[in-house]
């Protein structure tokens, strides 16, 4: 009798085994799907908007005077602090 119980519980740890493998691969692929995709070259409005830089840099590389820049960059959202650094920056 003891001899059966020996040869079972091998079987029972390689399928424990299995299913918390599998387990964890599958909570690691539901965290992976998870992830976006990295976020260059954006800043956040006032908001908690993104806003993409190479959204700004036509407008600020544009031919608009300063005070429609400005108002362009406000209306996407920007905060006047963060319009003067992008401004004094040149849209670089």
Avoid at 72 to 86: H, N, P, T, Y
């Amino acid at each position: 009798m003891s001899s059966m119980k020996n040869i079972r519980q091998p079987r029972r740890r390689k399928w424990r085994d299995r299913v918390a493998g599998a387990g964890l691969l599958a909570g690691l692929l539901v965290g992976l799907i998870g992830c976006g995709p990295p976020t260059e070259n954006v800043v956040v409005d006032q908001n908690g908007n993104s806003i993409r830089l190479t959204d700004v840099k036509p407008i600020v590389t544009g031919n608009l005077t300063d005070d429609e820049k400005r108002e362009a960059l406000r209306q996407m959202g920007l905060s006047d602090a963060l319009i003067d650094v992008v401004l004094a920056l040149g849209g670089a």
